[in-house]
């Protein structure tokens, strides 16, 4: 059975910093890609950043030089680095995994982990 298990949320003041940890287990095979995601009260889910299994990254604009995404495909571990934190952070973050192989792409999902930016 697969798990993503996030750790690492929490309420910070403005400026502050937080990491983000990501955990899985059970059978993930073919990893192509890593990820954050978040959402907000009252809106969609966003994507945050992403990793692929070349070390590719991209990041959402309002997050750029703020937060960095890093990856290891062998330990099933991706992480979030997130410095001079804003108000308009604040979400729920989950970690996804998206995994490609034979013709079948799957993707896995964390449980969510709540930041809250606020003073």
């Known amino acids: 059975q697969v798990q993503l298990v996030e750790s690492g949320g929490g309420l910070v003041q403005p400026g502050g910093s937080l990491r983000l940890s990501c955990a899985g287990s059970?059978?993930?095979?073919?990893?192509?890609?890593m990820g954050w995601y978040r959402q907000a009260p009252g809106k969609q889910r966003e994507l945050v950043a992403r990793?692929?299994?070349?070390?590719?990254?991209n990041y959402t604009d309002s997050v750029k030089g703020r937060f960095t995404i890093s990856g290891d495909k062998a330990k099933k571990t991706v992480d979030l680095q997130m410095n001079s934190l804003k108000p308009e952070d604040t979400a729920v973050y989950y970690c996804?995994?998206?995994?490609?192989?034979?013709?079948?792409?799957?993707?896995?999902w964390g449980q969510g982990t709540q930041v809250t930016v606020a003073s």
């Open positions: 990793i692929t299994s070349e070390s590719l990254t």
């Open positions: 996804n995994i998206q995994t490609a192989g034979l013709g079948v792409t799957l993707e896995y």
């Open positions: 059970g059978p993930i095979f073919r990893i192509y890609a």
